[in-house]
């Protein structure tokens, strides 16, 4: 834990629990860890999907890493003069004033997830450059999500890409290369390895066949960070896996290599502090109503990973006598069933006591229900080691259209 108990009192009284904690120094390391365990000359781009907070962005850019947007609210977290070759706007079912207004505002690169959206990106224009989403033939499993080697609303299919690489000129000189996102949440770095050599096949024999030799192959990312609890997923091996699949592509002599990561950078900077509101008894088991459900923490629910996942709650503050530890079921103050966080954890807890979530800093507060129930969010402080930076707060204001 960055800050001491007695900090995380003052805050608690200050802003009110719940409340996050984003450690800035903490994303720095994590950045210089995945770096050493990527080649030489890769670039590594921030993807604000796993927390789209402005100063975690800022932080990100001020060590040379890129971002990576999927939306208008995310790029409004990049700070002004950031420059067009560090950011990406990728995801399907772009909108043409999406694009117009981020090729106004940024120019940076692109992706292309379909021919039809290839061609609404060219007449628009503008941009830094086009990379065409691949959705590569691999069997490759194991991750929490996959994103490639199946029917997908991602990318165009590796077959349907050569078969219609004339008809759409895909060799123009608009198309810098290929973002071949293949999986997400991988913690076997021999996997992440074996996508990266099924993605780079397609780009030898796209230079085998059309001479189309890329200068960006964005490879994504897949690197793993555990979901509110303790510890870390190591990346040991990486680097010589992906030197080893490099090895075997000369097309990929000139061409500059690009991951995307999210969870990996912010995991672990992110802690949430939370109030234990009661403790009650039904039915012969104990229950520990926390003022942080769902809403709160979900755990990206939409990923089919619904809580409760093993998340890890740990006392931080004792306002109550010590007794025995035993079994609880922890829960939210949420009027539904399902605001359940973790099921039958083992401690020693009673009211009033502050409690902590370790490792969500990313896919913390943003993929919870933050609109179910019409509850307050929770506030967000940001420190840089034990020196506190500052808090805001997410609010949701309804107001007319148009």
């Given at each position: 834990?960055s ?5 995380v ?7 009110g629990?719940?409340?996050y ?5 903490k994303v720095?390391t994590?950045?210089t860890?995945?770096?050493?365990a ?5 670039q590594?781009?921030?993807s604000l999907k796993?927390n789209?907070h402005?100063?975690i962005?800022?932080?990100c ?12 609210g ?7 003069g950031?420059?067009?070759?560090s950011?990406?706007y ?10 117009s207004?981020f090729?106004?505002?940024?120019g940076g690169y692109v992706?292309?997830e379909?021919?039809?959206?290839l061609a609404e ?15 590569v033939t691999t069997?490759?499993?194991g991750?929490?999500l996959t994103?490639?080697?199946r ?7 590796d077959?349907?890409?050569k078969?219609g690489?004339a008809?759409?000129d895909l060799g123009?000189?608009d198309?810098?290369?290929?973002q071949?996102?293949a999986?997400?949440?991988q913690p076997?770095?021999?996997v992440i390895?074996?996508a990266a050599?099924?993605?780079l096949?397609?780009v030898?024999e ?7 030799q ?5 490879l994504g ?9 303790a ?5 040991d ?5 992906l030197l080893?699949e490099?090895a075997?592509?000369?097309a990929m ?6 991951f995307?990561s999210?969870?990996f950078?912010?995991a672990?900077?992110?802690t949430?502090y ?7 008894r039904s039915k012969?088991?104990e229950y520990?109503v ?9 755990g990206?629910q ?5 809580l409760?996942?093993p998340?890890d709650?740990?006392v931080?503050?004792r306002?109550?006598p010590a007794?025995?530890?035993g079994p ?12 359940v966080?973790?099921?039958e954890v083992v401690?020693?807890v009673g009211?009033?006591?502050i409690?902590?979530v370790?490792n969500?800093?990313?896919y913390?507060?943003?993929a919870s229900a933050v ?12 420190v840089?080691?034990?020196d506190?930076?500052g ?10 259209c148009g």
């Amino acid at each position: 834990m960055s800050l001491s108990t007695d900090q995380v009192l003052a805050l608690a009284n200050e802003v009110g629990t719940p409340f996050y904690v984003y450690d800035l120094a903490k994303v720095r390391t994590a950045a210089t860890v995945l770096r050493a365990a990527l080649p030489a000359g890769a670039q590594v781009f921030y993807s604000l999907k796993a927390n789209p907070h402005p100063d975690i962005v800022a932080a990100c850019l001020a060590v040379d890493l890129g971002v990576e947007v999927s939306s208008d609210g995310e790029w409004s977290s990049i700070p002004a003069g950031t420059p067009s070759s560090s950011i990406i706007y990728s995801g399907p079912g772009k909108t043409r004033a999406q694009l117009s207004e981020f090729a106004q505002r940024w120019g940076g690169y692109v992706t292309a997830e379909s021919f039809r959206e290839l061609a609404e990106i060219r007449r628009i224009g503008g941009f830094a450059g086009i990379l065409v989403r691949v959705n590569v033939t691999t069997d490759r499993k194991g991750a929490s999500l996959t994103m490639s080697g199946r029917a997908s609303q991602f990318g165009i299919d590796d077959a349907d890409l050569k078969d219609g690489w004339a008809a759409h000129d895909l060799g123009a000189g608009d198309i810098v290369g290929f973002q071949i996102y293949a999986m997400s949440n991988q913690p076997d770095v021999q996997v992440i390895g074996g996508a990266a050599s099924d993605a780079l096949r397609f780009v030898q024999e796209c230079a085998e066949l059309y001479g189309f030799q890329p200068s960006i192959l964005d490879l994504g990312g897949g690197f793993a960070a555990p979901f509110g609890r303790a510890g870390r997923t190591g990346l040991d091996g990486l680097r010589a896996a992906l030197l080893t699949e490099l090895a075997a592509a000369p097309a990929m002599a000139d061409t500059t290599l690009i991951f995307e990561s999210g969870r990996f950078l912010t995991a672990a900077a992110g802690t949430m502090y939370a109030t234990v509101l009661d403790r009650k008894r039904s039915k012969g088991k104990e229950y520990l109503v926390l003022d942080a459900g769902v809403n709160c923490v979900a755990g990206l629910q939409a990923s089919g990973r619904t809580l409760p996942a093993p998340i890890d709650v740990e006392v931080v503050h004792r306002r109550t006598p010590a007794g025995r530890p035993g079994p609880v079921t922890v829960t939210g103050p949420l009027c539904t069933p399902f605001d359940v966080l973790n099921r039958e954890v083992v401690m020693d807890v009673g009211v009033g006591d502050i409690v902590r979530v370790p490792n969500v800093g990313a896919y913390g507060l943003s993929a919870s229900a933050v609109g179910f129930l019409s509850r307050q969010l929770p506030a967000e402080v940001v420190v840089d080691g034990t020196d506190v930076l500052g808090a805001t707060r997410v609010t949701m204001l309804r107001g007319a259209c148009g």
